[in-house]
């Protein structure tokens, strides 16, 4: 398993539009292979910052078979327009402690 962890910078003011769209949104990844989860946050300290944390099965999950995929073409539809700057999408994976 990974996660996929974006800090979004949304544009100030558009905060309610962009978490109804994220609703929309949330339903197309939910419905791809190998998808396990997700979760958004909003910053306490900047209203404008959210954090999406998603739980892939594989890396190719995301990468190949989410950014490939036609539904991505919607979820760039709902989402992109809100960004500034455009987030950096970064994978982790567990560390044994």
Do not use: N
């Not at 946050?41 to 990468?63: A, F, G, M, N, P």
Request: glycine share 4%; aromatic share 12%; proline share 4%.
């Amino acid at each position: 398993m990974i996660i996929e962890a974006v800090m979004l910078p949304v544009k100030p003011g558009l905060e309610s539009d962009f978490e109804d769209s994220f609703k929309k949104a949330s339903k197309i990844i939910s419905s791809m292979d190998g998808y396990l989860s997700h979760e958004l946050h909003r910053c306490i300290e900047d209203q404008s910052k959210y954090l999406l944390l998603v739980r892939w099965e594989t890396l190719k999950s995301h990468t190949v078979g989410f950014r490939s995929s036609a539904k991505y073409q919607e979820w760039k539809k709902l989402l992109h327009h809100f960004y500034e700057p455009f987030p950096t999408v970064e994978h982790f994976e567990e560390v044994e402690i």
